[in-house]
């Protein structure tokens, strides 16, 4: 017994000082989140601790990569899921990317991304890696349309780390019941920065509806299949994945307020934006063939690529005539040009200043003082390395959120944007002429990059990942928010009990009025024994209110009003002319006063308050004025009897 406690107190030490196990997935077809993500597990390996990882990723390093061998890091790679990716009609190619609009990119990702995962839980390796019996300390992953991923944690009861390399999009706040505000939060499909106008709002809370819905009617069902498909199997009583998403750790993403823009996050979601950098130090020399041909140009040199994931080459063939006609002409400068294919286009010539290769070392290029200019698609972690390196940028963005992009380095100054169906010879040479001879952009840059310091991103990161392994999970940091519904969370529920006792408090005495003083009219007309007049002048006697000429407030006054104003009203419409001004009269229905005793002569001459009648009541005085005499006798009759029962 001593023994065993022994043990375990030893495991327990072990496991609280010494290195961690972890199970990194990084699902994504894109390129540039994966370089994201294993620059982080890089950082994790090379901590004190000497983390060892298992990464699952569709990926393999090019044979030029910087870091292509780390010793503690295993590698499976996951063949297919990008042939999968487009075969569900997404793609890499820039015009597909700009054809098709925001609703069916959308669409098409929860499939794409629903079917990567099963794809990647049904491969042979991952089959095996799960029933081998090795146990893994954490699970961090990419959550990009892959949560039925989160079953890995629930199987090996585990905390999740979530990486986002996009920054934060809605469904990672909902995930972590971050605050997310359609006022202030542009959704990552919509190329808005977060200063909205109106009619930039009103989409915007559409686009996010739109976002939530699909979310909970088609992705939440598509990766609970998914998820219920490949672990029901090794767990007993698998909870709904739903509950999973609501049990998160820690969230690293991919953003900076300096470069983003600023907004609200809870401890537990930590932006790390720069973390991809080398330090500056670190950098490997840049090949000698290249460094000879940057020095051999006689303004310096141009870099361009669209990204680790949009090709060059795909480019279509009259876009790719106006850039190499733009490099040429320019012949001052030499041009480094990232190009993915065996050789260049049959078709066009490759100008003697453009050197083309599928993989450049970009951040130590962009770090040269002899590269001038970046002709880039604005993607995230190529405008950080631009900044670092204080190279100004030409955007030619292609998605969404590389338009924001485009569009917030320019309000820095440090940028200027050819739009992607604007290319063109004048374009791109003004963009290019005013980017290398005017010094204000190198300015801009110095402040910009100034802004973007600050704590470590990859200290800040790795801290926070052995804070949760060492708290097994952090459960501390868990917003409460997770544990309340829609309802709760948004404040629906108590926004209609106080609209209800709102409404209790003013209807209440309104109803008690109302009662009371129907009770006193009914018991009014009970002693009245002429059924006729109380029919009809229960009807009119709300509306109008002459009080009853000659007799006492006790009266009911509202029947003999009624049938007085109606005779009032005919006898009025002729005899306006002459009267005298108002003393005192209403036409409020509960204003219980005796009139003046001029109303008694009726046809005879008009009375003042019947003036104030008609100032009050000129419109319905209109439909009355045709009427005649005969008219204005039978009400007076009218009013005659009605006094004789009163
Ligand atoms: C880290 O762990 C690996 C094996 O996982 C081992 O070979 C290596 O020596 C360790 N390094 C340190 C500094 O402990
Ligand atoms: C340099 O660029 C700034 C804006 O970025 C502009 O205001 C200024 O006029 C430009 N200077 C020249 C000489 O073109
Ligand atoms: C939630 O995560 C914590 C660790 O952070 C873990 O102990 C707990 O079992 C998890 N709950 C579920 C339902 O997975």
């Not at 609703?103 to 079917?115: H, K, P, Q, V």
């Not at 972590?176 to 709002?201: H, I």
Request: hydrophobic share 40%; charged share 15%; glycine share 6%.
């Amino acid at each position: 017994m001593r023994l065993l406690q022994l043990l375990m107190a030893l495991s327990l030490l072990c496991g609280a000082i010494s290195c961690a196990n972890i199970l990194a997935v990084l699902p994504s077809v894109w390129k540039s989140h994966y370089l994201f993500g294993r620059r982080l597990l890089q950082e994790l390996v090379a901590s004190p601790r000497n983390h060892s990882i298992t990464l699952i990723s569709p990926h393999a390093l090019e044979a030029g990569g910087v870091d292509a061998e780390l010793p503690n890091i295993r590698e499976i790679r996951i063949e297919g899921l990008k042939e999968n990716w487009v075969g569900m009609g997404m793609s890499f190619e820039p015009e597909q990317m700009r054809s098709q609009s925001v609703m069916e990119r959308f669409t098409r990702l929860i499939y794409a991304g629903t079917t990567n995962v099963d794809l990647l839980l049904s491969d042979q390796q991952v089959r095996k890696l799960l029933t081998s019996g090795e146990q893994f300390d954490l699970l961090i992953v990419d959550l990009f349309l892959s949560d039925a991923l989160l079953g890995l944690a629930y199987y090996y009861g585990i905390p999740t780390v979530a990486i986002s390399p996009t920054g934060a999009n809605s469904w990672l706040n909902n995930m972590f019941g971050n605050p997310q505000s359609s006022s202030l939060d542009p959704s990552n499909f919509l190329p808005f920065t977060e200063r909205m106008n109106t009619q930039q709002r009103i989409v915007n809370s559409l686009m996010s509806t739109f976002e939530r819905l699909t979310y909970n009617f088609f992705h939440l069902i598509s990766q609970q299949t998914v998820y219920s498909k490949h672990f029901e199997m090794l767990v007993q009583e698998l909870p709904l994945y739903r509950d999973l998403t609501k049990n998160l750790s820690l969230a690293l993403i991919n953003s900076h307020p300096g470069l983003n823009y600023p907004r609200a996050y809870l401890p537990n979601m930590v932006e790390v934006g720069g973390l991809h950098l080398t330090a500056r130090t670190d950098l490997r020399p840049l090949p000698n063939h290249l460094l000879s041909f940057m020095e051999s140009a006689a303004g310096g040199c141009i870099y361009m690529s669209l990204g680790a994931d949009v090709q060059t080459a795909q480019l279509p063939s009259e876009k790719l005539a106006i850039f190499m006609d733009v490099f040429g002409h320019l012949k001052e400068f030499h041009f480094v040009l990232k190009w993915e294919n065996e050789d260049f286009v049959s078709s066009l010539e490759l100008p003697e200043n453009v050197m083309i290769a599928n993989w450049w070392p970009q951040q130590a290029i962009l770090s040269h003082t002899l590269v001038k200019l970046f002709i880039s698609s604005c993607g995230q972690l190529s405008v950080w390395e631009s900044v670092m390196g204080e190279t100004p940028i030409l955007a030619i963005p292609i998605l969404a959120e590389q338009e924001v992009m485009a569009k917030r380095l320019q309000l820095n100054g440090v940028s200027l944007t050819v739009n992607y169906d604007a290319i063109a010879y004048d374009a791109l040479l003004h963009g290019i002429r005013q980017l290398t001879l005017n010094t204000s952009y190198s300015e801009s840059l110095v402040k910009l990059r100034k802004r973007l310091g600050g704590p470590s991103p990859s200290s800040l990161a790795v801290g926070q990942i052995e804070l949760i392994l060492d708290s097994g999970g952090a459960d501390f940091l868990k917003s409460h928010a997770n544990t309340l519904n829609y309802w709760r969370l948004e404040g629906l529920d108590v926004l209609v009990i106080i609209t209800i006792g709102f409404v209790g408090i003013l209807t209440i005495p309104f109803l008690v009025i109302s009662c009371i003083l129907r009770k006193s009219y009914y018991s009014e007309a009970c002693q009245d024994q002429q059924p006729p007049y109380r029919s009809t002048l229960k009807v009119v006697g709300r509306v109008h209110s002459y009080g009853e000429p000659g007799g006492t407030p006790a009266e009911p006054l509202r029947r003999t009003r009624s049938a007085q104003s109606l005779s009032a009203r005919s006898s009025s419409s002729s005899f306006s002319s002459n009267t005298t001004p108002p003393t005192t009269a209403s036409t409020t229905p509960l204003d219980m006063t005796p009139p003046p005793p001029a109303v008694v002569q009726l046809l005879g001459h008009v009375p003042s308050p019947l003036q104030l009648y008609v100032n009050q009541q000129q419109q319905q005085q209109q439909i009355y004025s045709n009427s005649d005499l005969s008219n204005r006798q039978q009400a007076s009759q009218d009013d005659n009897t009605e006094r004789r029962f009163s």
